[in-house]
C-alpha cells in the first residue's frame, strides 16, 4: 500500500481491490490506444461513420481508466498507468496490425470490447466478495457503458458478409486478407 487510506475496509481487501483496479487501468490504457488504432487506420464504407464512432469509444474508455486510477488512489494504492506498464499489464492481445477494411476493424473492436466487458464483470463480483460496494458500482457503472459501446460496434456487422461468422476469430479472418501497405 503505498499511500494512507481512511477508508473502513481491511488492508487485505484494499490490496486486493487495488491490484484489480490497475488491472483495469492498464487494460483501459491499451484498449483506448487500439481504438484509436482503428480510428486513424480505417478505410472502406461508412468511413466517417466508424471513424467517428472509434473516437466517441476511445474518449469513453479515457474516461474509464482515469476512474480506475483515481479509485485504486482513493483506497491508497499507487496508479500504475504509464504506457510500458499498461502494455505489460493488460489482459488484451495486441492490435492486428493487417487491418485495413472497416469491417476487419469492427469485428477487432469486437474481441476486444467483448474480452474488456467481461473482465469488468468478473471485477463486480470480486468487489461484491471483498464487500465494496463502492468499487462495485464504479464496475457496474463502466460496464454499462462498454456494453452500451459493444452494442452501437457489432451493429456495424449486421447484415454484412461478416454476419454469421461469430465462431471465427478475427485474426483468421484476416488472414484471408492482404497484409496491410507498410505505414
Ligand atoms: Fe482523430
Not at 5 to 17: G, K, Q, V
Not at 74 to 79: D, E, Q, R
Not at 162 to 174: E, F, M, Q
Request: charged share 25%; net charge negative; hydrophobic share 40%.
Amino acid at each position: 500500500m503505498k499511500f494512507p487510506s481512511h477508508i473502513n475496509l481491511p488492508r487485505e481487501a484494499r490490496a486486493e481491490l487495488i491490484k484489480l483496479l490497475n488491472t483495469c487501468l492498464a487494460t483501459s490504457i491499451d484498449l483506448h490506444w487500439q481504438v484509436k488504432q482503428a480510428h486513424w487506420n480505417i478505410r472502406g464504407k461508412n468511413f466517417i461513420s466508424r471513424h467517428e464512432l472509434f473516437d466517441d469509444v476511445a474518449d469513453h474508455v479515457r474516461k474509464h481508466a482515469d476512474n480506475f486510477a483515481e479509485r485504486a488512489g482513493a483506497l491508497g494504492g499507487y496508479a500504475l498507468g504509464t504506457i510500458r506498464l499498461a502494455a505489460k499489464n493488460s489482459e488484451l492481445e495486441e492490435y492486428d496490425l493487417s487491418a485495413v477494411d472497416g469491417d476487419d476493424h469492427i469485428r477487432i473492436l469486437v474481441d476486444r470490447v467483448s474480452r474488456y466487458a467481461a473482465i469488468l464483470r468478473d471485477g463486480i463480483q470480486r468487489c461484491a466478495d471483498l464487500n465494496d460496494p463502492v468499487t462495485e458500482d464504479l464496475f457496474t457503472q463502466v460496464l454499462s457503458e462498454v456494453e452500451q459501446d459493444l452494442w452501437f460496434l457489432e451493429s456495424h456487422l449486421y447484415g454484412s458478409a461478416a454476419t454469421g461468422r461469430d465462431d471465427i476469430a478475427p485474426s483468421a479472418i484476416l488472414e484471408e486478407r492482404s497484409p496491410a501497405p507498410n505505414a
